[in-house]
């Protein structure tokens, strides 16, 4: 039958296999037969397990695609009409969505180092960030050695001391050392500070693990660069006044 209407018609694609609709643009000179292998690409259903439903544009039935070899544009198929693709290949609805039934292809990380072609070689000839030896170590030597004055800073601060902080972009406070040592929330020494004001962020523990009480706010843990001990008796600011 010869085609009389527009080449190429838009119509909405649904299967008995997925939750979705997609919308696509075919040529009405396709047989049938033809369609359905282009469908394949689509709803995943083998093209000879295929029954077609032709639906309108206010989504009533109107026909079945049934013949093979007749041509899509035979078929009173417009713009907006939607074609549901019924499966008979045993398949189940959501078979084809389930991406984690895909299996994945995984390089391992010695087949890796192997290729050429790839960023983390790249980095290696050119000796950039992590393959950079020389600038690795001066960075370890760096940290060492601000460890090693970080500890010799905390060695000079006892628990129990009065003190002043300076928190870097922060006003001066003042309060009583509560701790000093190395923390499992960050690198490096620490001192936890109880403030006399609930101008601090916790009330000594940080992440679930304690390192002194106090009540909430007036905690907080500073380095030992920013404190300073000495003779600082708790100033009256007037928070029991009416």
Known sequence: MEVISAPT??????????????????????TIAEFKCKLELVV???????????????DKLCCKLDREDALLGSYPVDDGCRIHVIDHSGGQLGEYEDVSRVEKYELSSEAYDQRQNTVRSFLKRSKVGPYNEELRAQ???????????????????????RCEVQPPGQSLRRGTVMYVGLTDFK????????YDEPLGKND???????????????????????????????????????
């Open 139 to 161: 960075q370890k030597a760096e940290a060492a050695q601000r460890l090693s004055e970080e500890e010799a800073q905390a060695s000079a601060i006892s628990v129990g001391s």
């Open 204 to 242: 000594g523990s940080v992440n679930g693990k304690r390192y002194f009480e106090c009540e909430a706010k007036y905690g907080a843990f500073v380095k030992p660069s920013a404190v300073t001990v000495g003779d600082f008796p708790e100033e009256d600011y007037g928070l029991d006044e009416m």
């Open 44 to 58: 995943g259903s083998p093209a000879s397990c295929m029954e077609l439903e032709l639906y309108g544009p206010d």
């Open 187 to 194: 690198p490096g020494y620490w001192v936890g500070i109880r």
């Open 9 to 30: 018609v838009t119509v909405f694609i649904s299967s008995s296999l997925n939750t979705f609709r997609s919308e696509k643009r075919y040529n009405r000179s396709l």
